[in-house]
């Protein structure tokens, strides 16, 4: 099915078996028997990750397929790894692969605060124009949460990725170009900004709006999602977030007209009744969107939102059902898919086989969903949930499980493969 790697690579070596997943002409992936997945270790505790995400995987793999299908693991750097190696944080082979080779999975990168490198997660995401960050927050019984219904949130939220205030468009304190365009803006649109200030642009397109909502649509669509919120600050910013609403409304309206049904028409014309087999449509301003996933968090499902709105919504839904460590991520455009950790590297634990895999477990088991291989990715979250049934857990959730047993990071990874 698939074919190996025709690109010439500058310093990486190409694994000796396994095949390229390719693409087919409607834009489904085209999948072999062994597919050379890249990945990405990570840095702190990034590789007790992904060394725990892998004995996860390959067990799954295994168990699900009788050794008819395995994936062929290929690393790849970036980080402090790759500078240590290169010299570089992001290798022009790291890009290339990932486009090359279609899907990949990586750990937490480090990212410094105020100067220094950009954030490695962002420029991965807008180089490869992956525009889709894809966040499914749902609890499993037995962890700890700091709400009394946690079950009640089952949401996938779709976040811009590429737009927005991490378009990476700003200038300093004081810099000539901060000064320039603080007196262009005076001068040419009679407008104030106090002397000094940093500068920031914040650009939503018609197209980065509509291709994120589009995706959003198509997801609960095809796995019977019951409705999808966009979610927006357009009372304020009307001509950036409140353009997003508007033209997420086009999409749903003109691509979709025929399967969906917006909450104004519910209301006007269907007695506030859904009517049967339509996709419910509907928009909230993003302060009282973070009150409703506290408040009446089974009332959304899919939710669709800008960058910086669906970076705080995704954390916060997170935090109900237990926290980062068992959050799942995903980053999918039209060229690729990279699949990640959604926390931190702290780097404090790194080394010590301690820390909590289950996000880049999670992350792996939608990347599976991504391959089409559901029976894995099935086995993946049935072991997850005996083991956390059993209270077999790492220290991050030991700590709050009355009659926990402490294991580590690996050991967790074992015992979800015992448990499928």
């Given at each position: 099915?698939?074919?190996?790697?025709?690109?010439?690579?500058?310093?990486?070596?190409?694994?000796?078996?396994?095949?390229?997943?390719?693409?087919?002409?409607?834009?489904?992936?085209?999948?072999?028997?062994?597919?050379?997945?890249?990945?990405?270790?990570?840095?702190?505790?990034?590789?007790?990750?992904?060394?725990?995400?892998?004995?996860?995987?390959?067990?799954?793999?295994?168990?699900?397929?009788?050794?008819?299908?395995?994936?062929?693991?290929?690393?790849?750097?970036?980080?402090?790894?790759?500078?240590?190696?290169?010299?570089?944080?992001?290798?022009?082979?790291?890009?290339?692969?990932?486009?090359?080779?279609?899907?990949?999975?990586?750990?937490?990168?480090?990212?410094?605060?105020?100067?220094?490198?950009?954030?490695?997660?962002?420029?991965?995401?807008?180089?490869?124009?992956?525009?889709?960050?894809?966040?499914?927050?749902?609890?499993?019984?037995?962890?700890?949460?700091?709400?009394?219904e946690p079950d009640k949130l089952n949401v996938v939220i779709y976040r811009e990725n590429t737009e927005d205030v991490y378009a990476g468009i700003e200038w300093s304190s004081n810099s000539p170009e901060a000064n320039q365009l603080i007196k262009y803006i005076k001068d040419?649109?009679?407008?104030?900004?106090?002397?000094?200030?940093?500068?920031?642009?914040?650009?939503?397109?018609?197209?980065?709006?509509?291709?994120?909502?589009?995706?959003?649509?198509?997801?609960?669509?095809?796995?019977?999602?019951?409705?999808?919120?966009?979610?927006?600050?357009?009372?304020?910013?009307?001509?950036?977030?409140?353009?997003?609403?508007?033209?997420?409304?086009?999409?749903?309206?003109?691509?979709?007209?025929?399967?969906?049904?917006?909450?104004?028409?519910?209301?006007?014309?269907?007695?506030?009744?859904?009517?049967?087999?339509?996709?419910?449509?509907?928009?909230?301003?993003?302060?009282?969107?973070?009150?409703?996933?506290?408040?009446?968090?089974?009332?959304y499902d899919v939710l669709v939102t800008p960058n910086l709105n669906g970076d705080y919504l995704s954390d916060a839904c997170a935090a109900q059902v237990g926290g980062l460590g068992m959050a799942p991520g995903a980053n999918i455009g039209e060229f690729g898919a990279i699949?990640?950790?959604?926390?931190?590297?702290?780097?404090?634990?790194?080394?010590?086989?301690?820390?909590?895999?289950?996000?880049?477990?999670?992350?792996?088991?939608?990347?599976?969903d991504h391959l089409g291989w559901r029976e894995a990715a099935e086995l993946i979250d049935r072991g997850i949930v005996k083991t956390l049934e059993n209270k077999t857990v790492t220290y991050d959730l030991e700590r709050q499980m009355p009659g926990a047993t402490k294991v580590?990071?690996?050991?967790?990874?074992?015992?979800?493969?015992?448990?499928?």
């Open positions: 099915m698939g074919i190996a790697s025709t690109v010439n690579y500058k310093k990486l070596v190409l694994p000796t078996v396994g095949e390229k997943i390719t693409k087919n002409p409607d834009g489904s992936l085209n999948v072999p028997n062994k597919p050379i997945i890249p990945f990405i270790e990570g840095d702190g505790i990034g590789p007790d990750l992904t060394h725990a995400m892998k004995i996860a995987i390959d067990g799954a793999v295994k168990k699900a397929y009788g050794g008819e299908r395995e994936i062929v693991w290929f690393e790849i750097l970036a980080g402090e790894k790759a500078h240590k190696a290169e010299g570089e944080w992001l290798p022009a082979d790291t890009l290339t692969a990932i486009k090359d080779y279609l899907v990949a999975i990586k750990g937490p990168l480090t990212t410094p605060v105020g100067g220094g490198i950009r954030s490695l997660n962002v420029t991965l995401r807008q180089v490869l124009d992956l525009y889709a960050c894809v966040r499914p927050v749902r609890h499993f019984p037995g962890v700890p949460s700091p709400v009394c040419n649109f009679g407008k104030e900004i106090r002397p000094e200030s940093g500068i920031g642009i914040k650009p939503i397109s018609p197209l980065g709006t509509k291709r994120i909502v589009r995706a959003a649509i198509k997801y609960a669509l095809e796995n019977n999602r019951t409705s999808v919120t966009i979610v927006h600050k357009g009372n304020i910013m009307k001509y950036t977030e409140g353009a997003f609403r508007d033209w997420a409304y086009e999409v749903a309206k003109d691509e979709f007209r025929d399967r969906i049904v917006t909450e104004q028409e519910v209301f006007d014309d269907f007695g506030g009744k859904t009517p049967e087999g339509k996709l419910l449509v509907k928009d909230r301003i993003a302060d009282s969107m973070f009150q409703q996933v506290l408040l009446r968090p089974d009332e699949f990640e950790a959604t926390h931190g590297t702290a780097p404090k634990y790194a080394g010590m086989d301690v820390s909590n895999p289950g996000s880049l477990i999670l992350s792996a088991k939608m990347m599976l580590k990071c690996s050991e967790f990874a074992k015992l979800i493969v015992q448990n499928m």
